[in-house]
């Protein structure tokens, strides 16, 4: 079983930057794919942006793309989420996911089975 927890979320103007972090323990860091989802009031949960095991692929949702960044350091086990040039639109509770299974990758939610406990990002305009 392996646990999450998330920090770094808080209230930022339009156009600023925030850094998730997520530490994850319980198992073996390194050997898993990771991933950011968020979930705005009255909405369903979204995929934000994943990375395999290694960190050679990433993916990213296109709402984000080109200004989100996810990166992870194994040594750390954690996995970090940089967002730059944030918009009212990106506020919402962020949270970090694990892969259900070692060294496979896939940046859909069914296939991360660990979850935190999420994060609250307000973007004000």
């Known amino acids: 079983q392996v646990q999450l927890v998330e920090s770094g979320g808080g209230l930022v103007q339009a156009g600023g930057s925030l850094r998730l972090s997520c530490v994850a323990s319980g198992r073996t860091f390194s050997s898993y794919a990771m991933g950011w989802f968020r979930q705005a009031p009255g909405k369903e949960r979204e995929f934000v942006a994943s990375i395999t095991w290694s960190g050679d692929i990433t993916d990213y949702a296109d709402s984000v793309k080109g200004r989100f960044t996810i990166s992870r350091d194994n040594a750390k086990n954690t996995v970090y989420l940089q967002m730059n040039s944030l918009k009212p639109e990106d506020t919402a509770v962020y949270y970090c996911?694990?892969?259900?299974?070692?060294?496979?990758?896939?940046?859909?939610?069914?296939?991360?089975?660990?979850w935190g406990q999420g994060t609250q990002v307000t973007v004000s305009s």
């Open positions: 996911a694990a892969g259900k299974y070692p060294f496979s990758y896939s940046s859909t939610s069914p296939s991360f089975g660990s």
